[in-house]
């Protein structure tokens, strides 16, 4: 873990200092982290991030478009070092302590790691991640994502918007530039996502994501993702989305009552991918 992680991210005087940042975070409780992983290695993800055809996930729709995948055996294996260095028990400690959660641990599955990525007119709306990991029984408490994005530059666009629950306005934004993490929570007080990127055709978005998870508590609330319309926005799409998304829940508010999920289509097509 010390030869992955910026050794500054293990001392226990920055972490303290991370706490206190992830504390006064707006509008929602998060932390960024720039220079997170060790430069070299870094580099060594970005000359081996997978190219966009190979990841297997394609969401494209009215609110987003970008690719992911969770299969670690079709990556480089410095990619499977990264998701087990953040599964470190020693470094969860430390997430623990900036976040004051305790017990979290990650999962294996599409809701335990992965990478996205996005070509040219990526985006994705603004939404909130759903909280629950129905494979596993637990409770998605925080989103983690390290940018892998070289000489990436700002009229590129793609930043992290982080709104405000009444979707008034984005109070913060993160640059999705070159080795920069950011953790935040997985709840109702995050809605985030990113605008359309205007990039070359040689170039895409790139990011590497772990949500860290816990044994669901007493006051555990169920919340399904979800998009949410921007204010500026066309009235077309904010209807679209206002019809879409209400269906969307009641048709996997079914599928659960039948004992189905979302990640069960995923296993289930395993070889296709």
Request: hydrophobic letters at 35%; glycine letters at 6%; charged letters at 30%.
């Amino acid at each position: 873990m010390e030869n992955i992680i910026n050794p500054i991210y293990l001392d226990p005087e920055k972490v303290q200092e991370l706490k206190k940042d992830f504390e006064a975070g707006k509008p929602c409780k998060h932390v960024v982290l720039p220079n997170f992983l060790n430069e070299e290695f870094a580099t060594t993800l970005y000359d081996n991030f997978p190219k966009m055809d190979s990841l297997k996930v394609k969401r494209k729709s009215l609110n987003e478009n970008k690719n992911e995948d969770y299969h670690f055996e079709r990556f480089h294996p410095n990619f499977m070092l990264v998701k087990k260095a953040l599964a470190n028990p020693e470094f969860i400690k430390n997430i623990e302590i900036i976040t004051g959660l305790t017990g979290l641990v990650t999962t294996d599955d599409a809701l335990g790691a992965g990478v996205h990525q996005g070509g040219p007119g990526s985006y994705v709306d603004v939404h909130i991640d759903s909280n629950f990991n129905s494979m596993e029984n637990l409770w998605r408490r925080l989103n983690f994502l390290v940018y892998l994005n070289k000489e990436w530059k700002p009229e590129y666009g793609g930043d992290l918007e982080l709104w405000d629950q009444k979707m008034t306005k984005c109070v913060t934004t993160v640059p999705c530039d070159w080795n920069r993490a950011v953790v935040f929570l997985t709840d109702e007080t995050t809605p985030h996502g990113y605008g359309k990127v205007n990039i070359p055709d040689h170039e895409t978005r790139k990011s590497f994501y772990t949500y860290y998870s816990t044994p669901p508590e007493k006051d555990f609330k169920y919340v399904d993702s979800h998009f949410k319309a921007r204010p500026n926005d066309s009235m077309g799409k904010k209807v679209a989305t206002g019809i879409k998304e209400p269906l969307k829940l009641n048709i996997k508010r079914f599928l659960k009552l039948l004992g189905i999920t979302s990640l069960d289509f995923q296993d289930k097509n395993k070889k296709k991918f």
